[in-house]
């Protein structure tokens, strides 16, 4: 069973910049794809980002790309999304998710992953 923890959301004003960080308990983190996902009211739970086990390979959602970047460190049992340029549309809880099956990163559906955190809620004002 793994847990995951999500930190570091907060009200940020448009233009800025936030770390989101989720760390796990597990003793397998390094095996397996990790992913963020945000939900905004009213809105399904969108793909934001995910990274291989290796943290080689890293997939980003188009309304994302060239702002954010997600990384992870193995040894910290961490993946990290770090927002910049940051839009009132960005808005949402961001969850971070594991994923067993696929340690490539390329899963995109929030259905293919195991695992999720709590959510850290992200405010962008205009």
């Known amino acids: 069973q793994e847990q995951l923890v999500e930190s570091g959301g907060g009200l940020v004003e448009a233009g800025g910049s936030l770390r989101l960080s989720c760390a796990a308990s597990g003793h397998t983190f390094a095996s397996y794809a990790m992913g963020w996902f945000r939900q905004a009211p009213e809105k399904k739970r969108a793909f934001v980002a995910a990274i291989s086990w290796s943290g080689g390979s890293t997939f980003y959602a188009e309304s994302v790309k060239g702002r954010f970047t997600i990384s992870r460190d193995n040894a910290k049992n961490s993946v990290y999304l770090q927002m910049n340029s940051l839009k009132p549309e960005d808005t949402a809880v961001y969850y971070c998710?594991?994923?067993?099956?696929?340690?490539?990163?390329?899963?995109?559906?929030?259905?293919?992953?195991?695992?999720w955190g709590q959510g850290t809620q992200v405010t962008v004002s205009s």
């Open positions: 998710a594991a994923e067993l099956d696929n340690p490539w990163g390329t899963s995109y559906r929030s259905s293919e992953y195991d695992y």
